[in-house]
């Protein structure tokens, strides 16, 4: 027999919000239920930020009663919460920018991942410019300063974390006090966890933005992290849905922009520094990727993609460059064959790039003040 939306509605009305006794489903917090025809039923609940903590409650509650119904498989329930517009009507209203372009003001309240100290998202405004492999590299030229690091893939529809570590195998549980959370992988030291561990290699996630939403939040709060010094997120590439879930419900310390130079790149990551900026998140950097070519035979050099349009606009925009990487096909092949140019090659002139640039990051990191609350989404 197939779930229908009525049959939720009746398992979420034992569901009370309040001390009066108010359903969930009577309470206008409920958003639309969107079930899939695995089983899998995804909603959410409208909160204000300061009632986050409280709310965990009814959202873990929710998904018990939802869990009861015959032939539902999981049930995903996130919280989520929304900013009105701003004073002045524009519905933008980011604080002031301090160089470098971390937002200046008083904390908002928002809530954090124990156990982690920053988390940074890497991000671009477009894909194809190796923002994976980027991330990767960088998430362990960070570990080997010392740092305990871990590295969340967020692409939801294009997972391309399992491939760049070699990782094929499907994560364990463990129960916690917190309830049962799953155990990350080992990548090369990495504390790395992925869709792509949950589903085989060529299944097309054909999901709709409230499942994604809330595939994202389980796989930044319900896995084991332990203590970490940095948390790396691969962002799917682009400015939609994903990345403002990530940026509303993640304390993000700042992101991270990855461009090659030439000016199609450019134009999309401009598009994400803009996003950030408007969800009050800092920008941490400017990544220029496969900047110059260095040919294996001659020596010669070519800028295939143009060079130093990534550093020029991050002049521009006023946020700090944090250095390039070359175009080098020893990258690529290490990349497809799951072996980490930075972790194989520690000392090879590949890796000696992510690590200036890890080193600028950490920097960056290191002479703030530590996480940041989760900014919410401003609506228009």
């Known amino acids: 027999m197939a779930i229908t939306r009525d049959d939720v509605l009746k398992a979420l009305a034992g569901v009370t919000v309040d001390a009066a006794g108010t359903s969930l489903p009577a ?21 204000a930020p300061p009632e986050a903590k409280t709310f965990e409650a009814v ?8 869990l009861k119904l015959p032939g539902v498989k999981a049930a995903l329930a996130s919280l989520t919460a929304e ?32 156990g982690v100290r920053h988390i940074v998202a890497v991000a671009s405004g477009k894909g194809g410019v190796g923002k994976s492999t980027t991330a990767c590299n960088l998430a362990l030229a960070l570990r080997a300063q010392g740092l305990k690091v871990g590295l969340l893939d967020a692409d ?20 916690t006090p917190q309830g049962q959370r799953i155990v990350p992988l080992n990548g ?3 504390a790395v966890m992925s869709i792509g561990f949950l589903i085989s290699a060529d299944t097309a996630m054909i999901w709709r933005g409230p499942m994604v939403q809330s595939a994202l939040t389980q796989l930044l709060r319900e896995v084991a992290w332990g203590e970490l010094d940095v948390l790396i997120v691969d962002m799917p590439p682009g400015t939609g849905d994903a990345q403002l879930t990530l940026a509303q419900a993640t304390p993000l310390a700042g992101a991270v922009i990855v461009s090659t130079p030439q000016d199609l790149a450019l134009i999309d990551a401009r598009r994400a520094v803009t996003m950030f900026r408007r969800v009050e998140v800092p920008i941490l950097g400017v990544v220029e990727n496969m900047a110059t070519f260095v040919c294996p035979h001659c ?11 990534a550093r020029h606009e991050a002049e521009t925009m006023g946020v700090p460059f944090l250095g390039e990487v070359p175009l080098n096909m020893t990258i690529r092949e290490s990349s497809d064959a799951g072996r980490p140019v930075v972790a194989v090659d ?20 290191s002479g703030g003040a530590g996480p940041r609350p989760a900014p919410r989404i401003v609506i228009e």
């Not at 309470?27 to 909160?47: H, T």
């Not at 491939?163 to 994560?171: A, E, I, Q, T, V």
């Open 27 to 47: 309470s206008g917090r409920l958003s639309e239920i969107v079930i899939d025809p695995s089983g899998r039923v995804v909603f959410s609940i409208g909160i």
């Open 59 to 66: 959202r873990q509650a929710a998904e018990i009663a939802v």
């Open 83 to 114: 900013r009105g517009p701003s004073s002045s009507g524009s519905g933008a209203a980011p604080r002031p920018a301090a160089p470098g372009g971390a937002p200046q003001g008083g904390p908002r309240p928002g809530p954090a991942v124990p």
């Open 156 to 175: 939801i529809y294009g997972p391309s974390v399992p491939k760049l570590f070699g990782l094929d195998r499907k994560p364990e549980t463990v129960n």
């Open 188 to 190: 090369y030291g990495l």
């Open 299 to 309: 020596g010669g050099t070519s800028h295939i993609f143009g060079h130093g349009g």
């Open 346 to 365: 520690p000392d090879g002139p590949q890796a000696a790039a992510y690590r200036a640039i890890a080193s600028a990051l950490w920097a960056n990191l």
